[in-house]
């Protein structure tokens, strides 16, 4: 249903310049009255940390919580290919329209088109900023700057800085940050692990936090609050993020009234390090950027015992090369997992338990020589040898897909507000731009297009539209809020059971993994779904969360993020079931064209799911309509 759903405030009139126009149309407010004005930030990674800057930068009070003990290490540092952006600077016609043609296309058009149009105009200016702030982006000869392609394009539109890019990226950002905290307009306040949103009279002003170290609960108030606290795949418990990523910030004001948009839309990276053992809580990412190079292969036969050198060209299938001719090994993430897995389930699989496919670099190193790859993956490289123990130049590495992004996230208007006035969502905390498959090196280009560009001008027309005095720490929605947090805290923490959290997570993720993965059906998701719920009840009665509230604590704060994965698992579970279709990384089996590729419903689906919390029952599933002005949809084929 669409009644009850905020107006998504999308621009009218012609899509090209619909920004600029936003942007002009937008009030201002007077550089003196923005001192007077405190603003929270939730989160430093790329998205968080260029919005705080910016922000300060225009002379608002901003406060900055991160449960990390430095910005750097949010988990953007992470990120490895490169950022997009539509420079045409090579020689092969890239342009904004194609960088927004791909990003809606490769989105398999459940995005915004409106949105998608801003995010390719915007992204050229990112790659102004940063390198006005001194990110070493790999340079041509001659000095320009180098790019590379990712899947799903055919123009080579990446910016990157060896295998480094998020961390070099993060670190521009954390600069212009920590030039604002020096001059006194940033206040940043580390190892604070949010656990509620404060709402009064329905509009956000803060947010309870829990001090990682002391233990004590603190209220922070504000005139508006920006959550910038990245994705929720670690819902699978075996993911390539880190450890710590969480859903809890946006879950908590999921629970306080904000829309879910698109849950299920999570990406599974098809070129990550298989998992060694059932004890491994991590997975590691090998950077898609190697497709640029790699060839992805499997032996022929079945149950092939060789090593890869000993085994002819003749023996090999170079499986999506020879699915899809045009983009070959670049095919997007969601089409490239997905034929792994088929080919592993069908026995053609290599390595341990036949779960890897070949990432082979050898043509490559024969072409262009060692040095060259490894001026272009080194660390990469390097990586793949400090865990597997093999050697990728020498080597083919094997490859598995893995739980790596995900699309869904707080449902924001065009202004990145959420469906609760004054709450901000950035970054891939948000839903926006991906519809339901992100497309390689978009990732950086959305989360630092919100914080740098967007943000801060439609935060500043908020607080002009919408005066309000100060909410003192002890008003009492602050005190109810503090109140729930304890009382959560304490339920954990005097749970009477024996089972360490992890045990709990591990099999959450195994059942997200299996019912909500790379392929979904209605009957695996109905069972997935009373699978969580029962897990969940035994999760309540048998966790063990040792140690004391007070102090610091890792096992409480494992403990108290589960807990919100058990809720946001079920959403997924619900929103998979009810989108009867496949788009993008939302394969339905039972919705698949004769060559198993996915199969849209544009007549009923062409919407974005948008979830509401119901307190006395189910969730309410709202829809906003998705309207195509610029480019139709069409069936995405990569063949
Ligand atoms: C291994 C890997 C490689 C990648 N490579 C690329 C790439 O090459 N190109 C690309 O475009 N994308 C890439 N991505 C995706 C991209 O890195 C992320 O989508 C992006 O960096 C997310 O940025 P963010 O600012 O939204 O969130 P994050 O960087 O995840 O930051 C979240 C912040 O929120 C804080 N936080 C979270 N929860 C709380 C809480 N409850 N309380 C307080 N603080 C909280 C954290 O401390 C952190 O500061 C990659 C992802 C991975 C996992």
Redesign the pocket.
């Known amino acids: 249903m669409t009644e009850g759903l905020p107006d998504p405030r999308i621009p009218a009139g012609p899509l090209a310049d619909a920004w600029r126009r936003t942007r002009e149309g937008l009030p201002l407010i007077s550089p003196l009255r923005k001192g007077q004005m405190d603003v929270l930030v939730?989160?430093?990674?790329?998205?968080?940390?260029?919005a705080a800057a910016t922000l300060a930068q225009q002379g608002y009070r901003v406060t900055v919580?991160?449960?990390?003990d430095s910005?750097r290490?949010?988990?953007?540092?992470?990120?490895?290919?490169?950022?997009?952006a539509a420079r045409s600077v090579a020689v092969d016609g890239d342009s904004v329209s194609r960088l927004f043609a791909d990003t809606l296309k490769g989105g398999d058009f459940r995005a915004r088109e409106a949105g998608c149009q801003r995010l390719a105009e915007i992204s050229s200016g990112i790659i102004d900023q940063c390198v006005a702030q001194g990110v070493p982006f790999a340079r041509e000869y001659g000095g320009s700057l180098a790019t590379r392609s990712?899947g799903g394009a055919l123009v080579s539109r990446?910016f990157?800085a060896r295998?480094q890019?998020?961390q070099q990226l993060?670190y521009g950002a954390y600069q212009a940050l920590m030039r604002q905290v020096e001059l006194g307009r940033v206040q940043l306040l580390t190892r604070?692990?949010?656990?509620e949103l404060i709402t009064v009279d329905g509009v956000a002003r803060g947010?309870v936090?829990r001090h990682l170290l002391s233990g004590e609960l603190e209220v922070h108030t504000a005139r508006t609050v920006l959550?910038?606290?990245?994705?929720y795949?670690n819902v699978y418990f075996l993911?390539?993020?880190?450890l710590?990523?969480?859903?809890?910030?946006?879950w908590?004001a999921h629970r306080k009234g904000a829309l879910f948009a698109n849950p299920c839309f999570t990406q599974i990276?098809p070129t990550c390090i298989p998992s060694g053992d059932v004890f491994q809580s991590k997975l590691?990412?090998m950077?898609?950027?190697l497709r640029n190079d790699g060839r992805v292969w499997l032996p022929k036969n079945p149950g092939e015992s060789r090593q890869p050198d000993a085994i002819p060209e003749a023996e090999r299938d170079y499986f999506l090369e020879r699915l899809y001719p045009t983009y070959g090994n670049m095919t997007p993430r969601d089409v490239a997992s997905r034929r792994a897995r088929e080919l592993c389930n069908a026995g053609r699989g290599v390595g341990p338990g036949g779960r890897s496919v070949y990432l082979d670099l050898t043509d490559a190193i024969r072409a262009e020589g060692k040095d060259a790859i490894a001026a272009r993956y080194g660390n990469l490289m390097t990586m793949y040898e400090r865990i597997s123990g093999d050697d990728p130049y020498k080597k083919p590495m094997r490859i598995y897909p893995a739980p790596?992004?995900t699309m869904g996230g707080l449902w924001v208007d065009y202004h990145l507000m959420s469906s609760i006035p004054g709450l901000f969502v950035?970054?891939?905390?948000n839903y926006s731009e991906h519809g339901a498959n992100?497309l390689?090196?978009?990732?950086?280009?959305?989360?630092l297009a919100?914080?740098y560009f967007i943000a801060p001008s439609t935060v500043t027309a908020w607080l002009a539209g919408n005066p309000a005095q100060d909410v003192a720490t002890d008003h009492p929605a602050c005190r109810e809020a503090l109140e729930t947090t304890r009382r959560r805290i304490s339920q954990l923490i005097n749970s009477a059971g024996n089972t360490p959290v992890d045990g709990f997570h591990r099999e959450l993720g195994s059942v997200m993994i299996d019912r909500c993965g790379i392929s979904r059906h209605a009957d695996g998701l109905r069972e997935g779904l009373e699978q969580v719920k029962t897990l969940e009840k035994r999760f309540e009665a048998e966790v063990r969360v040792p140690g004391e509230t007070s102090g610091p604590n890792a096992e409480l704060e494992k403990a108290l993020?589960v807990k919100d994965f058990f809720g946001l698992a079920q959403l997924m579970l619900r929103d998979a079931l009810a989108r009867e279709e496949s788009c993008g990384a939302h394969f339905r089996e039972e919705h698949q064209s004769d060559e198993g590729e996915a199969r849209r419903d544009d007549v009923n689906f062409a919407h974005i799911a948008a979830w509401g919390h119901n307190t006395n029952g189910e969730p309410i599933r709202y829809s906003e309509p998705l309207q195509f002005t610029a480019l139709q949809p069409s069936t995405r084929s990569y063949k």
Do not use: W
């Open positions: 939730v989160g430093t990674g790329l998205a968080g940390a260029s919580l991160s449960f990390h910005p290490r949010a988990h953007s540092v992470a990120a490895q290919g490169g950022i997009n990712f990446t990157y295998g890019t998020g993060l604070r692990d949010v656990l947010v936090a959550l910038c606290t990245g994705g795949s993911s390539t993020n880190a710590k990523s969480n859903t809890s910030a946006i908590r990276h590691t990412l950077s898609e950027s790596h992004y950035l970054g891939e905390a992100r390689g090196a978009s990732a950086l280009m959305q989360g919100d914080g993020r």
